[in-house]
């Protein structure tokens, strides 16, 4: 009788790339929806646009290099997609998540190989090249719970036309992050600004909500096993390690590490940026190392640089130092040294 | 600005004095490139590079007369492999000097050698054993299955036999792997 | 390899109760629930047994016999060739039909040499009846030689020739490991083995005690073995000699059954990566290697049969099998029951580590512990590969603490020195990585791939070198004739040059000779002297001299 041969291992494997990123794609819904809630339907238009953005230039590419479109069904340029989303204001208008969403699919990835290839994380690219770009419409945040409503948001989306009656500046305001920073700038003290409204229970007003959601998400991950916990302990810990030692120095002039920590893209940052596999390290010890030089690099442009989150950056900067760092952290191989 | 100047005259100064001195302190004596280009021929001494043997050819490549791709029984690994140790890019085999085969052996058919010795004056590694007027024989394991002892051989006794796999020379077929982009090298060994 | 290197430290022998833990490792369904519960069935003897010489670590055996010879059971057909490898015996009695390449359970279906025997259904034993011998008034080394007389290799899989393993007297041992652990699922034929001959073992055991003189014995046991462990149990207590040997239970964990693995689960020691157990004073034999040796040293048998299982959801029905080494796998299938009609595949030893086959007609060797003839269902048609992820699970689960994403990386692009770096021989090619793997990589083939390539090519590389020498040796042996013909030449021009000059030489020493008596007698007085008184007579004599004298003169000077 003839039979077909295989490669051993003959036991069927589980898991698959599809269901790591279905998965990724869940935990982050409790952050959207919370998102969504307290800066209105901009969030879900972002999401939309640059989703379908990255899933359309994704099956182009793909066609033009002639290669299976796997890649396209694995929900990863979604996952690309929606992280870039994310990290946009509400209130951009509808070529910036295009644009970004090109670029991160079409020059960040696939360009470089396609998945697996690349080795900058994708979205942060896309969204490093609108804020330098960009500046303007990437700034321009609402105040939470005050956002527009959804038709109204879609009329300035693709044309540009504001509510009537408002102006964008009584429309948008700086992050609490930002404005923190800004105030702390100018000597106002921490515990002035904890009493204003940009402060909201324990962290910025609205924003510790977002970052508390995606924290549950992420945790939820790493339960399931989907990511590893070096990355983001390193990350937290770095971040949060680094504002303690600023805010142990002179608690008037730093923000606390609590603030930090649920501020901005904190959460997101840590449990689904820069976890993306492609682009970080690979060894274990390497990958903590990784995380704390995120965490750190994030605080450092967070209070001295001039963007308002580091995290994009941070990531950027450390996709560059990862296969250095995993040259020198090869684990221990067994049998081999003591 | 004269300051500056001095400053930076004296530290390349510096500089320089130390690399000269770790240059000559720390040099490092290399095997000559001949060696090592030779020691990556198959040594099959077959000629079919037009030079005399691997050595010469060997040779050559380190004087820069010679290309990478001129050996067929080293065929893609052999280019590679000088490709990289002489920091030069890879490339197919050159077709005017043979194809790549697979390894073979020669046999002698007893029944119609006469004993004549040409192949043996012809056999680079001495791979056949015999004397005037008595009988040649190869001996395979020696063999390099460069195919020299034929054209000499007046009554045409000698056959090329092709080398069966064996279990101790297989190796494992590398997956094929559809959905990954070719490297650099695999897509010119791909396309060669 | 430093065999007899002692740097590395002896295991902490009284701490084995606490276990410890490798990097790594993966629970797996077991799948043995049904042939666990089955009993050992023995074949019926098939009409032709084929005998591959290799079946062993090392060189092939060299056939002793010829094409027609009647052989008995257990003779010996294959000697063996070196200090590593083993002989092969005849498994039943017949007469030899053939000396010859067939195919042989091997991944790439090649042939190799074989002695096929025609049976004749008497299973005649040799006409010696050999003595069962009193086991225990022999020497370690006369074991030794009985173990290595039966031909009795590693039947853990590896198959490596057991009395080399062993060392004979040539290691120091404090710990004999016997490896019940059957970690990869499906397979159970060890664990009908320790239910069924737990007696065989426990003597087994104490027979290799004696051989290796250990100090200390440990029969590991998987803990999802329960009657198997009962069966261990009970027959340690009614073992009338039981001193030192401890039952213990390492968790299920796949590959806790590596030996390596095993050691670091039970000591806590790692063995090095180029070294052996053997030099932790630590040896480590199978189960059903114990029980093959009671088997030639009690009962003076060769190892003959072998326990294979027959599993998956392809076979009618599945079962343990005890069978001649030598059947073919399709004579085995159809003991049990033959193939369902979607089987799709037929894997050679356990789901994890064995390799898929074309075809069964394939013999049993001493190594082949299980047939899985699965369905689709069962073990679906893997989805095509996709880029890696990098995801990193594979370094999670590696017990041999590798990074199999870069070997894959370095293998994938024929970096074979890169991954030689990466310690790719390291790797136990247990398949731990390519089973989490979500990207459906074939991870386990890239590393055989690999290390295979690099062994072909040094093998090659040995055989140019040698050519480069043999040459050398002819362009120099050809120069240095050429030399002395030149030589002989040149000596032999030397030598007719050199007749006249010395002729010439001879003449011109002689001439100088005679000038200087010359002048000699120019330059002294010679007026001679008393020539007074002279009688005419003595001046007639005077005279005449002179006369003779002055002629002389005259014609030399002329």
């Known amino acids: 009788m003839e039979f077909k041969t295989y490669s051993s291992p003959h036991l069927p ?125 990437l700034t321009l945040w609402s105040a939470p719970a005050t956002a527009p409503g959804i038709i109204d948001t879609l009329l300035y989306s693709f044309t540009g036309q504001l509510p009537t009656g408002d102006a964008l500046d009584a429309l948008t305001m700086a992050t609490p992050m930002d404005a923190i920073k800004t105030r702390l700038g100018l000597s106002e003290t921490l515990s002035e600004l904890q009493g204003s409204p940009l402060y909201g229970s324990f962290a910025g007003a609205g924003w510790e909500w977002i970052n508390l959601w995606f924290l549950i998400g992420g945790l939820w991950l790493l339960q399931l096993r989907v990511i590893q916990w070096q990355i983001p302990t390193g990350v937290l810990a770095g971040l949060a390690a680094t504002a303690f030692v600023f805010y142990a120095y002179n608690p008037d002039a730093y923000s606390p590490p609590l603030f930090q920590l649920f501020s901005g893209a904190a959460m997101l940052g840590a449990f689904f940026i820069a976890t993306d596999p492609v682009s970080a390290c690979t060894t274990p010890r390497g990958r903590l190392y990784y995380g704390l030089g995120i965490g750190i690099l994030t605080y450092v442009i967070r209070t001295w640089g001039g963007y308002p989150d580091g995290i994009a950056f941070a990531v950027l900067l450390m996709n560059m130092a990862a296969p250095t760092i995993d040259h020198y952290t090869r684990p221990r191989v067994f049998g081999q040294g003591n | 600005m004269l300051t500056a100047l001095t400053v930076l005259g004296i530290l390349a100064a510096l500089i320089g004095l130390v690399l000269g001195y770790t240059a000559i302190r720390f040099h490092v004596d290399s095997d000559p490139v001949v060696e090592q280009i030779d020691k990556l021929l198959p040594q099959t001494q077959c000629g079919q590079c037009t030079y005399a043997g691997c050595r010469p050819y060997a040779e050559a490549m380190a004087a820069g007369e010679a290309d990478i791709n001129q050996c067929p029984p080293g065929g893609e690994t052999t280019i590679k492999a000088l490709a990289d140790l002489l920091g030069r890019d890879p490339k197919p085999l050159n077709p005017e000097h043979g194809e790549h085969t697979e390894k073979s052996v020669v046999v002698i058919d007893e029944q119609v050698c006469i004993g004549c010795t040409l192949c043996i004056q012809a056999c680079p590694v001495d791979a056949i054993v015999g004397a005037a007027k008595q009988m040649h024989t190869v001996i395979r394991d020696e063999c390099t299955g460069c195919d020299l002892c034929i054209p000499p051989c007046p009554v045409e006794c000698i056959h090329v036999v092709p080398l069966p796999p064996v279990i101790g020379n297989w190796v494992w077929p590398k997956p094929a792997d559809p959905a990954s982009q070719p490297t650099g090298t695999a897509r010119q060994q791909a396309a060669s | 390899m430093n065999r007899s290197a002692t740097s590395f430290s002896r295991p902490q022998l009284s701490s084995f109760k606490t276990l410890h833990h490798f990097h790594g490792g993966l629970k797996l369904p ?136 062993l060392g004979c007297g040539k290691y120091d041992i404090k710990l004999l490991l016997i490896n019940a652990v059957e970690c990869e699922p499906y397979i159970a034929c060890d664990n009908r083995l320790i239910q069924e001959r737990a007696a065989d073992i426990i003597s087994g055991v104490h027979i290799l005690q004696r051989a290796v003189e250990a100090e200390s014995c ?341």
């Open chain 3, 30 to 165: 077991g799948h043995r629930e049904i042939t666990a519960s089955m009993p050992i069935r023995q074949a019926e003897l098939p009409p032709q047994l084929i005998v591959p010489l290799q079946q062993h670590i090392g060189a092939a055996a060299v056939s002793l016999v010829q094409v027609g010879e009647q052989v008995c059971k257990g003779q010996l057909i294959g000697r063996q060739a070196g200090a590593i490898s083993a002989c092969v015996h005849a498994p039943s009695s017949g007469v030899i039909s053939a000396v010859e390449d067939r195919p042989v359970p091997h991944p790439s279906g090649l042939q190799a040499p074989c002695i096929v025997i025609d049976t004749d259904g008497m299973e005649r034993d040799s006409d010696e009846q050999y003595p069962l011998l009193d086991y225990t008034r022999l020497t370690p080394d006369a074991l030794c030689k009985l173990i290595r007389d039966a031909g009795i290799v590693g039947l853990g899989g590896a198959g490596f020739p057991t009395q080399v393993k």
């Open chain 3, 218 to 558: 440990i029969i590991a046991i998987e803990d999802d073995m329960a009657q198997a462990e009962a069966a261990l149990q009970t027959a340690l207590q009614q073992d009338g000699n039981n001193t030192d040997i401890a039952l213990t239970r390492v968790p299920e964990i796949y590959p806790s059954g590596g030996e390596r693995q095993l050691i670091k689960v039970l000591t806590g020691e790692e063995v090095p990566s180029q070294g052996f157990p053997a030099d932790m004073g630590i040896i480590c034999q199978n189960v059903g290697t114990a029980a093959a040796v009671h088997n030639a040293v009690v009962k003076r048998q060769p190892l003959l049969p072998r326990i294979v299982t027959l599993t998956g959801n392809g076979l009618v029905q599945p079962q343990n099998i005890e069978a001649l080494i030598g059947t073919p796998v399709s004579h085995l299938v159809a003991t049990a029951g033959g193939y369902c009609s979607d089987v799709e595949r037929l894997i050679i030893g356990g789901p994890m580590m064995g390799y898929a086959v074309t075809d069964d007609n394939i013999p049993v060797t001493k190594t082949l512990n299980c047939a899985l003839a699965v369905t689709a269902d069962e073990m679906p048609v893997p989805p095509p590969a996709q880029p890696c992820i990098r995801c990193g699970k594979c370094t999670e689960v590696c017990p041999a603490d590798l990074l199999p994403q870069q070997l894959y990386w370095y293998a994938h692009s024929s970096n074979l020195d890169a991954a030689q770096d990466y310690s790719l021989f390291d790797c136990i090619e247990c398949g731990c990585c390519a089973y989490v793997c979500p990207s459906h990589i074939p991870l386990v083939q890239y590393y055989r791939h690999a290390k295979t390539e690099i062994w072909v090519r040094e093998k090659q590389l040995q055989s140019s070198d040698l050519a480069r020498q043999r040459h050398e040796a002819r362009l120099s042996r050809l120069d240095r004739i050429k030399q002395e013909r030149a030589a002989r030449m040149a000596k032999k021009k030397l030598a007719l040059a050199g007749d006249d000059s010395r002729k010439d030489n001879k003449k011109a020493a002689i001439e100088a000779a005679l000038e200087r008596v010359k002048r000699k007698k120019q330059q002294a007085d010679s007026t001679p002297g008393n020539t007074d008184n002279l009688t005419p007579a003595q001046q007639q004599l005077i005279d005449d001299a002179d006369r003779r004298r002055r002629q002389q003169q005259e014609d030399r000077n002329s």
């Open chain 1, 13 to 137: 494997v589980a898991d698959s790339v599809r269901s790591m990123m279905q998965r990724v794609l869940l935990a982050l819904l409790p952050g959207i929806i919370c998102f969504s809630w307290l800066f209105g339907a901009g969030v879900i238009i972002n999401l939309l646009l640059a989703g379908i953005t990255a899933l359309f230039a994704e099956a182009l590419v793909l066609w033009l290099r002639k290669r299976p479109l796997a890649t396209l069904t694995d929900y990863s340029a979604l996952l690309t997609g929606v992280l870039l989303g994310l990290a946009l204001p509400p209130l951009a208008p509808w070529w910036v998540p295009v644009i970004g969403s090109l670029f991160a699919i079409v020059i960040a990835k696939q360009l470089y190989g396609g998945l697996g290839y690349n080795p900058f994380n994708p979205a942060m690219a896309g969204y490093v090249v609108l804020l330098i770009s960009f500046p303007l419409e």
